[in-house]
């Protein structure tokens, strides 16, 4: 059984003071099984964002469906979901990464990370080494992990988002253009801990900018333009359609 | 559903005044905003209902007289409703509707599962007690009778809301904004209740001590699992704390929702215009 499954989806933005409705995506329909890496590929504005934001739940998805796999609750449509369900599965289940970084104010870099941890109930011990693992891997320098994430430049504030989603080891997680502000080195070390989640089981759903970076990872493309789903031969070169 | 609501609150209503022919049918009143304009009625609330669930913030956004402060009052038995009810889940109040109990069972829920914390610390302190007197005053109503006990109670609670201790034996009176809030909250946390009331708490502090307060309501919120409803018209308010959100306008609920939705893809026009606000 698919992890993941978009059956028609379809979201509309309805925006009051122009008295218009405008079609953000139109029958969306792929699905991932569990541990697969798919990408979303498509133009600035195509609805990329809009379908990750929406299994999230930050959107409230308009049609179709969103049929999830989840642990604790069996097969559940995020689409319909209550919103309690949808909090439980966003602590223990569902991660999400943006470049932007929304946080507590007056929360330190460790403090967040920590947080993340001791909402899923770890103890409050081993929630402090393994935040303080998880910023080391991402080289997060130690001088900074008791300051406040503020004036932190793009690639920090994207390492710690990236730290804060993945120290929870999601089930799912969606990746929204997480190498949009990184150079050269910082993407090697998403590429890395990308590699990690997959290799530990985790499915996840990314957007990228970045084709070459992206091709050599996922396991398939969904094309917004074509709204196709193309998988990656096994072999890793080329695709099949 | 994969839990239990704490506390249920279905279709309550408050009116000010008695209603007249035009109005007294909710579903073909003319209202302007939630004023008659034919007798003068005012509907305060008009359907409210919710869940709040164990652990959890849920936070209530509206404009000044929207409704949502009578609300809370209503909720904390400052006002008598016009109708409706509310459950708690507790045993020894199982499928009672709270707003029908008798005074003295109100009296027993305020001063024991519930806190309230009001925007004007006037109203939820003795200004002319010292501070532990006041949260004494709190523990008294809900059956303490020790006084070393207390008097250790009232230590540990004011100086996890840092008070200082040479501090401790003082008036509100003389106390700052955020500090009297601080107060405040100490007293509405001493008797260890399951639901807490915190209405526009913030409002009118500036922006550091407003931090402080935050900060301090996450922390008890993450350290004891209380729940909690917050009042407030500062959606950056509700941002940093609560889970869910509710937004009301003219005494009804418009729209619900995670509060990331509603601050990323609000459905109302209300609601869109509001966060359009937000800077």
């Known amino acids: 059984m698919a992890l993941l499954k978009m059956s028609d989806f379809g979201k509309r933005f309805t925006i009051h003071y122009l008295g218009k409705t405008m079609p953000a995506v139109e029958d969306i329909n792929f699905s991932l099984e569990a541990g697969e890496f798919i990408g979303i590929v498509g133009r600035s504005g195509s609805g990329k964002s809009t379908i990750l934001k929406s299994i999230y739940r930050t959107y409230l998805p308009d049609t179709g469906s969103i049929l999830y796999d989840s642990e604790r609750f069996g097969l559940i449509d ?11 599965l966003r602590k223990y289940e569902i991660g999400y990464v943006s470049q932007f970084l929304n946080v507590m104010p007056r929360t330190t870099t460790r ?10 109930d770890e103890p409050h011990e081993t929630a402090c080494l393994k935040a303080e693992k998880a910023l080391e891997h991402f ?30 080891k999601p089930r799912l997680l969606l990746l929204d253009e997480p190498t949009a502000s990184l150079d050269q080195h910082s993407k090697e070390k998403v590429r890395e801990v990308i590699q990690a989640l997959k290799a530990s089981g985790t499915t996840l759903v990314g957007i990228f900018h970045d084709i070459e970076f992206m ?20 072999a890793g070169v080329g695709y099949e359609s | 559903m994969f839990e239990e609501a704490l506390l249920h609150v279905c279709n309550l209503n408050k009116q000010f005044g008695s209603g007249c022919s035009q109005c007294s049918n ?5 209202l302007e905003k939630n004023y008659c304009p034919a007798c003068g009625t005012v509907y305060a609330c008009q359907d409210i209902s919710f869940d709040l669930f164990p652990g959890e913030i849920l936070g209530i956004v509206g404009e000044s007289g929207s409704g949502k402060s009578t609300m809370m009052q209503c909720m904390y038995f400052d006002e008598e409703v016009t109708s409706g009810e509310a459950f708690i889940n507790d045993t020894t109040l199982e499928g009672e509707n709270v707003f029908a109990l008798s005074s003295q069972k109100k009296r027993y829920i305020r001063n024991n599962k519930y806190g309230m914390v009001y925007q004007n610390p006037v109203h939820g302190l003795k200004m002319n007690f010292s501070s532990v007197g006041n949260i004494a005053e709190k523990l008294i109503a809900a059956g303490n009778r020790h006084v070393a006990d207390m008097e250790q109670t009232s230590r540990e609670l004011l100086e996890s809301v840092h008070i200082p201790l040479f501090r401790m034996k003082e008036e509100p009176q003389y106390f700052s904004g955020g500090m009297q809030q601080r107060v405040q909250i100490a007293k509405a946390l001493s008797n260890n209740p399951p639901v807490l009331f915190l209405d526009e708490v913030t409002t009118g502090l500036d922006l550091s001590v407003q931090a402080n307060v935050l900060d301090l309501i996450k922390n008890i919120q993450r350290e004891s699992g209380i729940s909690m409803i917050v009042v407030s018209h500062d959606l950056a308010v509700i941002r940093m704390l609560a889970d869910r959100t509710i937004v009301m306008l003219n005494g009804s609920i418009i729209e619900e929702g995670l509060t990331d939705q509603i601050l990323e893809d609000p459905q109302h026009a209300y609601t869109q215009q509001l966060v359009y606000s937000l800077l």
């Open chain 1, 111 to 120: 403090e967040l990370v920590e947080k993340a941890l001791l909402e899923m």
């Open chain 1, 139 to 168: 080289e997060l320098d130690p001088k900074l992990w008791d300051a406040y994430p503020n004036t932190f430049s793009g690639g920090e504030k994207l390492r710690l988002n990236i730290a804060m989603a993945t120290v929870k």
């Open chain 1, 78 to 88: 995020l689409a319909q979901a209550a919103e309690r369900e949808v909090l439980y």
């Open chain 2, 26 to 30: 909710p579903s073909s009143r003319m």
């Open chain 1, 215 to 234: 091709e050599e990872l996922c396991d398939s493309v969904f094309y917004m333009q074509t709204q196709e789903l193309a998988k990656k031969a096994q």
